[in-house]
Structure formats: C-alpha cells, structure tokens
C-alpha cells in the first residue's frame, strides 16, 4: 500500500483520502492525465507538488473544467485544461500515468476500451470506481490489464479501492473472491469495505436462478459473513 508524502505548501489543495491514495500511485516525474477532472483538486495537487512535470485536467463538461482551470492557475504552466470524453483528449504518449476517478466501472471500461493504445506496459493506471469494484477488477482482467496494488480509502462516508493497474497481455478470468475484494484483504478498513460489499452481494443473489452462479455467490456471502 503505497502512501503519499506530505507537503507544506499552503497553496496546495487538501485532499481526501481518496484523492490522496490516487495521487500516492502516480510516479514522481511523469506527466500525468486526470480524465474526469471534475474541481480539478487532484490535477493541482500533482502539478503544485511538482510530482508531476506536465498535468492533463481533463473533463467532459463545461463547467467543472472551468473551476479546475482557475484551481489550477498559480501552476498554469504545467497544467492544460482540455475539454472532451475520455481518452480522446490525449494524443498516445502525451501522458504517462492515467487517473480515472469518480466514475462508475462500466464507464471506465468503455473508455479504456475507446483507447486501444492504452494496453501498453508503459502507461499507468490509478482508477477509483464509484461503483461496481467487483466489475471492474473483473474487466481489467479480461482485458490483459493486472492490478499492482490497491488502497482502501473512506471518503464521503464510504469505502472506495482506489486500484493500480498495468497492461501485461494476460487475459483471464479471475476467481470470484478476488472480484470481490481484489488486493484490498487484510488492509486497515478491510472489514468496514466487505460490511459494504455484503448487501449488495445479498441484493445480487435475490435476481439469480438455482443453479451454478447462485451457489457460487452464496460461498461468497458464506465467505463475508466471516470477514464482517
């Protein structure tokens, strides 16, 4: 679990532990592109830092690029304001480390999938689903992506895994447990994340037929059951 260094500057942003364990997996040196950059919080801290040389704030809508840009405008050289959805923003190779904050795992995927250039061992990925995590580890997987680490963080009054992840090419399908929980077993909050996790694994399993699928998701929740 990689944690972030602290800083004194007073003009830097504070952030969340959620946005804290995001900026802790992006590696010192290396420009950086935050897709949904919403207040833009995240992008000046990186560029205010000087963690990052080169700061992409990044966001489909009008307005909250707007907000970033003025966030971000005492380190206005090294942070570009784009407006746009997704990946397409970028040129392949202007960003090394790619945020994607904030968005359910669904659009995640659909936009790593827009952006074939992404599975490429080069670039680094910090991804913080707002839904979904169990779907997303999932799809990662399928895709060749691998999950280095993860941070469990309580922001706004829930648990968020904020993930790294790589490309390496191995396709696979992973087993239901890791979907779950991924790499977050055993970390400070565990508990607290799988309490979280429960009811929507119990609402999951009302919708499911006798069959395979439902006795796997019933060891699952056996399996909760004895982490809560």
Known sequence: MTTLPTSSNPRLPVLDARLSAAAAY??????????GCDHGKLSAWLAGSGRCPRVFACDLRPDPLEKARRRCAPWADRVDCRLGSGLEVLAPGEADDIIIAGMGAETILDIL???PW????????VLVPATKHSL????????????QEETLAFAAGR??????????????TPDAWFCLTGKTTGQPGFGD????QYPKLKKYRLGLAPGPEA?????????????T
């Open 26 to 35: 992006v590696r010192p040196g290396h420009p950086a592109a935050d897709i």
């Open 136 to 147: 997303l580890r999932l799809g990662l997987a399928r895709r060749g992506f691998a999950l």
């Open 193 to 196: 994340y799988c309490a979280q």
């Open 118 to 125: 992404v599975a490429d061992g080069r670039y680094n990925l």
């Open 159 to 172: 648990w968020y895994s904020v993930m790294n992840a790589r490309y390496d090419g191995n396709t696979h």
């Open 113 to 115: 999938d827009a952006a």
């Open 215 to 227: 006795e796997a998701v019933d060891g699952l929740i056996r399996r909760l059951e004895g982490n």
